[in-house]
């Protein structure tokens, strides 16, 4: 269940990158659903990693690479056919990161990626820092967006599973026991659930769960929030690498003690 690619650099500090969904394979779900497209063409399309490049030049960590394959297409490393798998996927994670004895764990990603690094930032108490990009909070929200036509791939017509998987961030088992991970969130004002971010925030705190958000105010929206401002985003990634915060500071202005916004361009 835990597939992708391991870069081992010889550190004690590992990033889990989960995978956004990527133009090619969103374009691929009407061809995925009417049978045009085999599992096998599918699976090439998950060997296109993202952030590789950042791993090639920052070699202070190790970095796992996690495919999400599931549902047909993928699964927000969450469901797959109407199921949930995070549990079984958490075990293998844990496995994993105590074979190779890894003192901190940075989860990143972006949208479903985002949703991937916070739900086991949650989950996973061995998880030290969550970076999340423009994550989904409300998944099946976003699935009735992208392909309501083709939503029984990730649900498999069940309505009551899809109403679950659509709350799974406000459920209780997973603030059974709440782990020191530190929370960053980017989003922008334009993103499609930038509103559910920051009600989720409000739900966090009412937890006694911390959080820092990073505001972006231009108009870009949710798939160029991310691609537009790389060199922020690698900045902060950076920052938390190495445990520094200048890089962060070049791009960001703290406006609060759980808050930031990013100087114009």
Same mark, same amino acid.
């Given at each position: 269940?835990? /597939?992708?690619?391991?870069?081992?650099?010889?550190?004690?500090?590992?990033?889990?990158?989960?995978?956004?969904?990527?133009?090619?394979?969103?374009?691929?779900?009407?061809?995925?659903?009417?049978?045009?497209?085999?599992?096998?063409?599918?699976?090439?399309? /998950?060997?296109?990693?993202?952030?590789?490049?950042?791993?090639?030049?920052?070699?202070?960590?190790?970095?796992?690479?996690?495919?999400?394959?599931?549902?047909?297409? %993928?699964?927000?490393?969450?469901?797959?056919?109407?199921? @949930?798998?995070?549990?079984?996927?958490?075990?293998?994670?844990?496995? @994993?990161?105590?074979? %190779?004895? %890894?003192?901190?764990?940075?989860?990143?990603?972006?949208?479903?990626?985002?949703?991937?690094?916070?739900?086991?930032?949650?989950?996973?108490?061995?998880?030290?820092?969550? @970076?999340?990009?423009?994550?989904?909070?409300?998944?099946?929200?976003?699935?009735?967006?992208?392909?309501?036509?083709?939503?029984?791939?990730?649900?498999?017509?069940?309505?009551?599973?899809?109403?679950?998987?659509?709350?799974?961030?406000?459920?209780?088992?997973?603030?059974?026991?709440?782990?020191?991970?530190?929370?960053?969130?980017?989003?922008?004002?334009?993103?499609?659930?930038?509103?559910?971010?920051?009600?989720?925030?409000? @739900?966090?705190?009412?937890?006694?769960?911390?959080?820092?958000?990073?505001?972006?105010?231009?108009?870009?929206? /949710?798939?160029?929030?991310?691609?537009?401002?790389?060199?922020?985003?690698?900045?902060?990634?950076?920052?938390?690498?190495?445990?520094?915060?200048?890089?962060?500071?070049? /791009?960001?202005?703290?406006?609060?003690?759980?808050?930031?916004?990013?100087?114009?361009?």
């Amino acid at each position: 269940m835990l /597939h992708g690619k391991h870069f081992q650099n010889g550190s004690d500090t590992l990033v889990i990158v989960f995978q956004n969904a990527g133009k090619p394979l969103n374009d691929a779900i009407p061809a995925i659903f009417n049978q045009e497209i085999n599992q096998k063409q599918v699976a090439l399309m /998950h060997e296109r990693y993202t952030w590789i490049k950042f791993a090639e030049r920052v070699k202070a960590a190790d970095y796992l690479f996690i495919k999400d394959h599931f549902s047909s297409v %993928y699964g927000w490393y969450l469901i797959d056919s109407g199921k @949930f798998i995070h549990e079984k996927l958490n075990v293998e994670l844990t496995k @994993f990161i105590q074979k %190779y004895r %890894y003192k901190r764990v940075i989860a990143f990603g972006s949208s479903k990626g985002g949703t991937g690094a916070l739900l086991y930032g949650l989950l996973n108490p061995l998880v030290t820092d969550v @970076f999340s990009l423009v994550p989904q909070i409300h998944v099946a929200d976003y699935i009735n967006i992208l392909c309501p036509t083709e939503k029984s791939l990730f649900f498999a017509d069940n309505t009551i599973f899809e109403e679950q998987v659509n709350e799974v961030f406000y459920s209780a088992p997973l603030y059974a026991e709440i782990s020191p991970t530190t929370l960053y969130f980017y989003t922008g004002l334009e993103d499609i659930q930038f509103s559910a971010l920051l009600t989720y925030r409000h @739900f966090l705190q009412e937890k006694g769960i911390k959080s820092q958000l990073f505001l972006n105010r231009s108009n870009e929206r /949710h798939t160029r929030l991310v691609n537009q401002y790389t060199p922020f985003i690698f900045g902060v990634l950076e920052d938390m690498i190495y445990r520094e915060t200048k890089r962060t500071s070049e /791009h960001a202005v703290q406006i609060g003690v759980d808050s930031y916004i990013l100087k114009a361009d």
